[in-house]
C-alpha cells in the first residue's frame, strides 16, 4: 500500500526483473554518475579559460612532440578512410555548450562506430583527445567584421589549431576573400613549413572552390559548406 496525495494505492507485484541486492551497484552508479556530470559541467561553465592570440608552438622540442611521420599520416588516412566522422561541436549561444559534454559525444560516437571527430576550438579539442583515441579534424570557428569566412579563416586560427595536436587542421577553402586580407595560398605555405606533417582539410561549397583547392595543395577536400 502506497500513499500519494490522490490517497491509498494498493500495488500487486507481478514479476521481478532482478533483485535490490543486484540492482542496487547500477543504480548508485547511475546517480553517482550524474552528479558527477553535473559538477563537471558546472565547472566548466563556471571556469574562466583564457586563449592567447599568439598561442602556437615555436619550441622546436615541443614541436617534435606534434610532429607526425609520414607514415603515421598515411595511417590516419586509410583509418578514416569510407568511415563516419562526427562532428562534436556546441557554439557559446547554445545549450550543450561545454568542453566536458563536447568530450562525452565524442566518446558516444567512439563507441557507437566512429572512425573520426570534427571538434571546434582549442580546449574542446584537448578535452576530446584526453577522451577518446580517434583522428580529430580541428577548426576553430571565428566571426571576422570583414570577411564571411568563419572556419578557421586566418593563419592564427590554423597555427592554434595544429598546435592543439589534431591529426587533420580543416579551414574554408573557398575563393572568398579571407579576413584582413590575408591569401590563402600564403597561409598553406607558412603551415606546410612550420608544421610539414599535418594534414591539411579544405571545406569547399562548390566545383570552383574543389579545383581552387586541390591546386593550392589540401590533403583532403570536403563538401563541407
Known amino acids: ?6 490517497g491509498y494505492h494498493i500495488i500487486k ?4 526483473a532482478t533483485t535490490f541486492n543486484k540492482a542496487k551497484d547500477r543504480v548508485k552508479s547511475a546517480v553517482l554518475s550524474e552528479k558527477f556530470n553535473k559538477e563537471v559541467t558546472k565547472l566548466f561553465k563556471e571556469a574562466k579559460i583564457e586563449e592567447k592570440d599568439d598561442l602556437y608552438i615555436t619550441n622546436a622540442r615541443q614541436k617534435e612532440a606534434l610532429v607526425q611521420t609520414k607514415d603515421s599520416l598515411e595511417k590516419v588516412l586509410e583509418s578514416i578512410k569510407g568511415g563516419l566522422i562526427v ?3 556546441a557554439l557559446e549561444t547554445e545549450p550543450l555548450h561545454s568542453s566536458f559534454i563536447m568530450s562525452r559525444m565524442a566518446r558516444a560516437a567512439s563507441e557507437t562506430g566512429a572512425f573520426g571527430i570534427r571538434a571546434n576550438s582549442v580546449v574542446d579539442i584537448q578535452a576530446i583527445k584526453d577522451t577518446v583515441n580517434l583522428p580529430i579534424i580541428g577548426i576553430i570557428k571565428k566571426d571576422y567584421s570583414d570577411s564571411k569566412v568563419f572556419i578557421t579563416p586566418t593563419l592564427k586560427e590554423v597555427r592554434r589549431v595544429c598546435a592543439s595536436g589534431c591529426e587533420i587542421v580543416a579551414m574554408d577553402a573557398t575563393t572568398r576573400q579571407r579576413p584582413n586580407g590575408e591569401d590563402l595560398k600564403e597561409i598553406i605555405s607558412v603551415i606546410r613549413e612550420e608544421y610539414p606533417n ?3 582539410m579544405a571545406d569547399t561549397g562548390s566545383i570552383e572552390d574543389v579545383h581552387y583547392a586541390d591546386k593550392v595543395g589540401f590533403d583532403i577536400i570536403g563538401t563541407t559548406l
Open 87 to 89: 562532428s562534436c561541436q
Open 13 to 16: 507485484v507481478t514479476d521481478k
Open 198 to 200: 599535418i594534414l591539411l
Open 1 to 6: 500500500i502506497v500513499e500519494t496525495q490522490y
